[in-house]
């Protein structure tokens, strides 16, 4: 009996101990978990994963997701997936287009301040249908699907811009509306600002490449620093 108390502390003990290093990890220790992750994911040879009822149990507890991630709502994008991650380690805010509202910047301040999850990802993806139909758009759009319209035409436009085929203004679009919401996250939440210039948070743009699986680095706190062609 003795023996087994010991046991079920050491189990509490190192569950907490797991809970607390997950939430002590800085935005650069973050960002590479997830593009190891990555990796993975593109090798097909994902990582095993802890699903059990005690993994689940252990999660009652709380969380600390090791970072947020803001991406569109294409039933071909799943953060979990494409990041090799685990029940628990990610934070995912989804819409159409991967567009921002205050529901969304909320949910992020939560993420960030409460959870002090340090990294936020916002992941367009190529062929994305949302841009494509603000990019195909004539005149003023209406109903709540054009509200996603809206919100992506500044992106549309600027790339509309720099001219090329429709491809070409498609793909750049895509692009341009992920930096375009990590500019407005950053503008219109103090509290993520703060968070960044005292260095808790990272934040991070990039576009889901849906053929390779690869995750393609655009900018990171809203400074282009990485950009591949493809």
Partial sequence: MFRKKRFLCLILILSFVSLVSAGAMNGEEAFNKLMDGNKRFISGKPAIKDISSDKRKELLKGQSPSAVIVTCSDSRVSPELIFDQELGDVFIIRTAGNVLDSVALGSMEYAAEHLHTPLVVFMGHEKCGAVAAAVDAKGEPEGNIGEIVKKIMPAVNKAKERGGSKEEILNNAIKE?????????????????????????????????????????????????????H
């Fill in 177 to 229: 509306n992920v930096l375009l919401s990590q500019k407005y996250a950053i503008e219109k939440s103090p509290m993520l600002k703060h968070l960044i210039e005292s260095g808790k948070l990272k934040t991070v743009s990039s576009i889901y490449h849906l053929g390779s699986g690869e995750v393609e680095i655009l900018s990171k706190d809203s400074k282009t620093t990485e950009h591949k062609g």
